[in-house]
């Protein structure tokens, strides 16, 4: 059966509305890029000549991150030292609007922070320097730290323990978090880090990395069957509805208690930093799965999520716009990249053509029911130049020019029928009674009208010949009229 394509924009609409409590270690991400040229001479190691620097909230921070930049509202639980990496934290924190953060300080210990040394021109990482104590939350600080998290569980959607074993979710505040949220009916996804997958018992759902996975079950986990194997006993031991293992360039495989295991091939993209993209999976689950999708329909979006985030450099976010990009059949995103709406966004693709010296050409018309004239016409348009950009009457327009009544459809659908052709890179609507404002704004190589018409009947002849372009008289297709069409769909005959 194939898969169906995604609602993303009514997922999207959904996610909107929901929150994520989102507990766990939070750290300051710092990566310095620059070149490497030489060996040391005091060691047999590169040197990196720092060029750059940049500051990310990291770890299940940047969960946080991606739960907000998806559209979801994130209520973030998290623990800092006494110190300025602290500080930076919750002031970057701050700035983002859809996070909430309920940070609790413990002077004993110090912020979490990591520095990466990364070759600019490779991609590579040289070096990372921590500075961390790894060891969990004392009585007193679990305590408050349990005291936060219980009442912020209710206003949530689902909650989800991202576990960087750095001391926050200790056994007892997991104990005291998965307990609560099972009682309020919250489903809970857990990032786990402990090998003892017990301590996680009752959370819905479990999403551990093929190495920790394999070290967690004593298991190659080495091929989807074998992952599958190997999670029977340990679903039952951490009495979880699903567990989803990811692969990096292998994909990911989820086994749910209660079906059939899906497998999904990681998305085609160049790998530019994977730093991070373990927050992005566990953060598109959080937000599909709290705005009632499905498995797969979950594991889509954290698959298609984590490929957006492994292209960027650093610890990256991942926007809705991009993963709606990258998660649609491209040509269901057709007539969204290719309808102009805004005058800018024309100049500016003008001006990146030009830049590119393609010839650019134009064509016009009120194409209200989409013959194959219509399409012979911008076929040959399209030959006659680089990019072909089509100027659309509006609905206003059609009315001024064909009677009242028409257009048959509206100009959104026109636009959206004449985008999805491949001969078409854009489509521009005007509300004049002819396209010669646009046509002076363009100033295209190529002005292309059907052959009925003489060159001087050719609106804005002037405007492209004196620009030096010329203009392109196409033969028509005869036997074919949209005023034609209409009367025969009107019950007019033939």
């Given at each position: 059966m194939p898969t169906p394509i995604l609602d993303f924009d009514a997922l999207a609409q959904a996610i909107s509305s929901r929150t994520v409590l989102c507990i766990g270690d939070i750290m300051l991400d710092e990566f310095v890029y620059g070149e490497v040229s030489r060996i040391s001479p005091e060691a047999p190691a590169p040197v990196i000549a720092a060029q750059r620097s940049e500051i990310h909230i990291g770890g299940a921070g940047n969960v946080a991150r991606n739960i907000a930049s998806l559209g979801a509202r994130c209520i973030f639980v998290g623990l800092v030292g006494e110190d300025d990496a602290g500080k930076r934290l919750e002031a970057a924190l701050a700035e983002h609007a859809g996070i909430e953060s309920v940070l609790v300080c413990d002077p004993s210990r110090p912020t979490t922070r990591k520095v990466r040394f990364v070759s600019e021109h490779f991609s590579t990482h040289m070096l990372r320097a921590d500075w961390e104590q790894a060891v969990p939350a004392s009585d007193d600080i679990e305590t408050r730290l349990i005291d936060v998290i219980l009442p912020q569980i209710a206003r949530a959607d689902i909650v989800l323990l991202s576990d960087y074993a750095k001391g926050v979710l200790t056994a007892r505040v997991i104990r005291h978090t998965i307990d609560a949220a099972r009682t309020l009916g919250k489903p809970v996804i857990v990032d786990p880090k402990s090998l003892n997958w017990a301590i996680y018992r009752g959370a819905t759902l479990l999403t551990p990395n093929r190495k920790e996975f394999?070290?967690?079950?004593?298991?190659?986990?080495?091929?989807?069957?074998?992952?599958?194997?190997?999670?029977?006993?340990?679903?039952?031991?951490?009495?979880?509805?699903?567990?989803?293992?990811?692969?990096?360039?292998?994909?990911?495989?989820?086994?749910?208690?209660?079906?059939?295991?899906?497998?999904v091939p990681a998305v085609p993209v160049k790998v530019r930093d994977v730093s991070g993209a373990g927050d992005t999976v566990a953060a598109a689950l959080a937000v599909s799965l709290a705005a009632g999708a499905d498995w797969d329909t979950a594991l889509r979006m954290a698959n298609a999520a984590a490929a957006v985030a492994v292209g960027k450099q650093g610890t990256a976010s991942v926007s809705a716009a991009e993963l709606r990009r990258k998660i649609l059949p491209h040509a269901y995103l057709a007539a969204e990249e290719k309808i102009v709406l805004e005058p800018d966004t024309l100049d500016a693709q003008l001006a990146q053509w030009r830049r590119q010296d393609l010839r650019v050409g134009f064509t016009n018309g009120c194409f209200d029911i989409l013959h194959p004239g219509h399409v012979k016409v911008l076929t040959a348009a399209r030959g006659a130049c680089d990019r072909l950009i089509v100027g659309l009457n509006s609905d206003a327009s059609v009315r001024r020019l064909k009677g009242a009544d028409r257009p048959v459809q509206d100009e959104r659908a026109r636009a959206e029928v004449l985008a999805a052709l491949e001969a078409v890179d854009l489509v521009v609507i005007f509300e004049e009674d002819t396209p010669i404002d646009l046509i002076t704004r363009i100033k295209p190589s190529a002005l292309v009208k059907g052959g009925d018409y003489t060159r001087e009947q050719v609106v804005g002849h002037e405007v492209v010949e004196a620009a030096g372009g010329t203009v392109v008289l196409v033969d028509i297709l005869q036997g074919f009229s949209t005023t034609a069409l209409v009367h025969r769909a009107r019950g007019g005959g033939k």
């Open positions: 394999s070290e967690a079950t004593r298991s190659r986990a080495d091929t989807p069957q074998s992952i599958v194997d190997a999670s029977e006993d340990v679903m039952r031991l951490a009495d979880c509805e699903a567990i989803l293992v990811t692969q990096g360039e292998h994909g990911m495989t989820l086994v749910p208690r209660n079906g059939e295991a899906v497998h």
